[in-house]
C-alpha cells in the first residue's frame, strides 16, 4: 500500500505561480511512475502530467506544456508540480497517483490516490 499526501494548494491571481507536493510513504518511492491530475467542477478528471520511475522522462498535456514542471525527489519520497503563469482555467482540485508498472507516460493504471489540494487562480 502506498499514502499519498498532497499540499501547497491555494489562491493566486493569474499570471502567478505555486508548487504542489505529493509525499509518499509505504513503499519503495522509485518503483512508481507518478502523475498529477486534477479536477474542475462539474468536470471529468483529467491527466495533467506524469514523471518515470528515474525521473528521467517526464510527459504532460498540451495545455500546460511550458507552464507546468513535474519532477521527483526519490530520496525525499516527494513528486512536485510546479506550476508557473496559472490561468483561471487551472483551477482544479489536484490529486497525485503512483503506478507500479505500465507506460508512465499513458494516463491510466494508477493503483494509488492521494486525495488531493485546491487550486483556485483568479482573473
Known amino acids: 500500500q502506498v499514502r499519498l499526501v498532497e499540499s501547497g494548494g491555494g489562491l493566486v491571481q493569474a499570471g502567478g505561480s505555486l508548487r504542489l507536493s505529493c509525499a509518499a510513504s509505504?513503499?519503495?518511492?522509485?518503483?512508481?511512475?507518478m502523475g498529477w491530475f486534477r479536477q474542475a467542477p462539474g468536470k471529468e478528471r483529467e491527466f495533467v502530467a506524469a514523471?518515470?520511475?528515474?525521473?528521467?522522462?517526464?510527459y504532460y498535456r498540451d495545455s500546460v506544456k511550458g507552464r507546468f514542471t513535474i519532477s521527483r525527489d526519490n530520496a525525499k519520497n516527494t513528486v512536485y508540480l510546479q506550476m508557473n503563469s496559472l490561468k483561471p482555467e487551472d483551477t482544479a482540485v489536484y490529486s497525485c497517483a503512483a503506478k507500479e508498472s505500465g507506460l508512465y507516460y499513458s494516463p491510466v493504471g494508477y493503483d494509488y490516490w492521494g486525495q488531493g489540494t485546491q487550486v483556485t487562480v483568479s482573473s
Open positions: 514523471i518515470s520511475w528515474s525521473g528521467g522522462g517526464t
Open positions: 509505504g513503499r519503495t518511492f522509485s518503483n512508481y511512475a
